[in-house]
């Protein structure tokens, strides 16, 4: 999945006519724990709080210029891609139906249904939902929405197009993995702008699905995908999304939840900015990979600020949230 400088030029303006772009900073007390020149991309700072507003963009007037009777939209989600499918598609006049695992993150089901979504409730993980969701597209005359699609991933590069156009060239960026859209869209923006940065993909230890894929060579489920990141908490990696990051990522790094815990613990009190736990990922596998990355500029890509007050509070008091 290749995108040139006009297709991402394209779908910068389509982004920046329905949201701002985000900010990018060095933090020196970043700088200071980690050793290295450490950017971070701020996609907490837009209108869902996360990256995948950029891709709903993208997807909904794509959908709307080649599917126009369609009446609406359905999807699985952890959060905040149906946070982003629900703004996107309620402002172009369309129904959005979402579906999450049961025990979902109450204050992301909240968000959804505020911005207009028809929340439903199936199964005890996002693979189940997704599965269920793809099965009533048809019944319902909804057009799914699949976890990983080229307009997706479009819409998705243009934080990184933002990213390596505003900072000082990066030697490396560490980009969190779920069902792979975001990692996809560093690759796809690097590779059009002809940048030589490695680009690092960061899983949860306990939804490890992406990295074994990557070392097996072959798509590689995982029986469970228990994480307080759920950004992350993928058991069955995109094939399509694994063909680019498998090829175009230097390596993919795992990090264990307390090891993220400790990144959103550091995030908050060196930049006071909230990070979930997928959010936190990249700065967690900076900390592990430290020694390598000394005097280096790196980037890291904040994803999401979407964690809930509970999670957040145990956090903040020095503990690892246990879902």
């Not at 991402?8 to 007390?29: C, F, I, K, N, S």
Request: aromatic residues 6%; glycine residues 12%.
């Amino acid at each position: 999945m290749q995108f040139t400088l006009e297709d991402l030029e394209a779908a910068l303006r389509l982004v920046h006519g329905q949201m701002d772009p985000t900010p990018q900073y060095e933090w020196p007390l970043l700088s200071a724990r980690t050793g290295a020149e450490t950017w971070v991309k701020h996609e907490n700072h837009g209108p869902i709080g996360a990256f995948k507003a950029r891709g709903a963009i993208t997807f909904i007037d794509w959908l709307r210029r080649t599917h126009p009777e369609c009446p609406g939209i359905i999807t699985a989600t952890r959060g905040n891609h149906g946070q982003a499918q629900a703004r996107a598609a309620t402002r172009a006049g369309l129904r959005a139906v979402v579906y999450v695992p049961k025990g979902n993150s109450v204050e992301k089901n909240a968000a959804m249904r505020a911005f207009g979504a028809d929340l439903r409730e199936h199964g005890q993980d996002f693979d189940t939902a997704k599965d269920e969701a793809m099965r009533v597209a048809a019944a319902e005359g909804l057009f799914p929405v699949p976890p990983f699609h080229r307009e997706l991933v479009r819409g998705v590069a243009t934080y990184a197009f933002e990213f390596f156009r505003s900072t000082p060239p990066l030697d490396t960026v560490y980009v969190p993995i779920g069902c792979g859209s975001g990692i996809c869209g560093v690759i796809a923006a690097r590779d059009a702008l002809g940048l030589a940065t490695e680009v690092v993909g960061v899983v949860a230890a306990g939804a490890a699905g992406a990295k074994l894929s990557v070392e097996a060579g072959r798509l590689t489920e995982t029986d469970s995908a228990r994480t307080f990141a759920d950004g992350m908490a993928v058991r069955v990696p995109v094939q399509a999304a694994l063909d680019i990051y498998g090829a175009g990522a230097a390596r993919i790094v795992a990090v264990g939840d307390d090891a993220i815990a400790e990144a959103v613990r550091l995030c908050f009190a060196a930049t006071h900015n909230v990070a979930e736990g997928a959010g936190a990922a990249a700065l967690a596998a900076l900390m592990t990979e430290g020694g390598a990355m000394r005097g280096r500029r790196v980037g890291l890509i904040l994803s999401g600020g979407n964690i809930d007050t509970g999670w957040f509070r145990t956090i903040l008091a020095g503990g690892t949230p246990r879902p």
